[in-house]
């Protein structure tokens, strides 16, 4: 099933991506699928998840459109988020998430989604150097 | 790449007690395999019961039994696919304890308010839809809103629904942003859970309608019902 923790998400029947965020709104993992996904707003989707990491009280946010369907889930410091067309099942998505997640969280969120903030120590000297 | 139908993944130390809730809970309908050691096992839900499960020899809840006493294994999830025959007609909480333990999470309804009655001298077909509503079992609560912010019905709420409801319409108001597709990124409807509480968001028209239902509750299936009700309120003469 390979190393990537979002591959069993994107085989989820009618998935085409999945993304992973921590606080303020900073990706921290991605997957896409065969099939492209359909468009969303990056700009807009940033602000809705930093909304949703202020607010603390909405834990899942599940938006159906005529031909799409957006899945997003809070899990403590990360927000997952599904994109997939309207073929994607949502019950099946919420137990398919939920499974994943128990795993996700027995190996410790920021452990399987780490952010790329913690990047060598070297950076600072390697950008100075560089500019 | 894509050949998988429904989910694949492995148990993990998931007690399958926990997966058969999220299936009622979620409302699943289709078939879960459990490939546990040498041995596999099947649970069939129909929108979110328990209406078959076999083990080897062992059909109905002597199945479901000999299942749950398993640790860890593979699972399956076969969205849609239907029993080879119905063995089980109990409700899942009941099947639960009676195949074990009783699951530890709670019920998914949580602490609620009783639904109000209203007065149903409104003019406006929101208004009487939203009495309809009201008398509907697997609503618990209902509120109409405006695009404004203004909690249109019930008039007095408690402090938390208020806020809930300033939620929805962030949220909504993000979801109409979200998608760049022209007149096809309206939302059809929204699923939000706030505080643990599942509620339901229906754009109608300048309105929305928040309902507050069970997770396990098909919104295609609400979304339908409302729509037919309004249907007739706008026949009425």
């Not at chain 1, 939920?98 to 969120?109: I, N, P, S």
């Not at chain 2, 019920?107 to 077909?125: F, I, K, M, V, Y």
């Not at chain 2, 007095?156 to 990124?185: C, N, Q, V």
């Amino acid at each position: 099933m390979g190393n990537d923790p979002l591959y069993e998400v994107t085989n989820l029947d009618g998935v085409e991506a999945a993304y992973v965020f921590a606080p303020p709104a900073e990706l921290v993992a991605k997957r896409e699928g065969d099939i492209p996904p359909q468009e969303f707003s990056a700009k807009e989707l940033r602000d809705f998840i930093r909304y949703l990491f202020d607010n603390g009280g909405v834990s899942e946010v599940l938006i159906c459109y005529p031909q799409k369907v957006f899945f997003l889930k809070i899990m403590g410091d990360r927000a997952l988020v599904i994109m997939g067309s309207s073929k994607a099942n949502p019950a099946l998505l919420r137990v398919g998430v939920e499974v994943l997640e128990h795993r996700w969280r027995e190996d410790g969120l920021n452990r399987v989604f780490p952010k790329r903030g913690k990047r060598s120590p070297f950076r600072f000297w390697r950008s100075r150097k560089e500019g | 790449m894509k050949n998988v139908r429904g989910f694949v993944g492995s148990l993990h130390g998931l007690d399958i007690r926990n997966l058969i809730q999220m299936c009622t809970v979620n409302g699943v309908t289709g078939r879960v395999k459990i490939l546990g050691g040498d041995q596999e096992g099947e649970i069939y839900f129909d929108r979110g019961e328990i209406v078959h499960a076999a083990c080897g020899e062992l059909k109905g809840i002597e199945g479901l039994k000999a299942i749950i006493g398993w640790e860890g294994g593979e699972i399956k999830l076969e969205p849609g696919v239907t029993p080879p025959e119905v063995t089980i007609d109990l409700p899942w909480q009941a099947l639960l304890m009676n195949a074990g333990k009783m699951a530890e999470k709670g019920h998914p309804e949580g602490d609620q308010e009783p639904p109000r009655e209203r007065s149903a001298s409104d003019t406006l077909r929101q208004y009487a839809l939203y009495s309809e509503i009201l008398r509907w079992r697997e609503v618990e609560n209902c509120l109409l809103l405006n695009s404004e912010g203004e909690i249109l019905r019930p008039s007095t709420i408690p402090e938390r629904m208020k806020r809930w409801a300033k939620d929805f319409l962030e949220i909504y108001s993000h979801s109409t942003t979200l998608a760049i597709a022209g007149s096809r990124s309206l939302p059809l409807y929204l699923s939000v859970t706030v505080d643990g509480h599942h509620w339901l968001i229906i754009p109608l028209g300048a309105h929305l309608l928040a309902l507050q239902v069970p997770r396990s509750l098909n919104p295609k299936e609400l979304l339908l019902r409302v729509t037919q009700a309004l249907g007739e309120i706008e026949e009425r003469p």
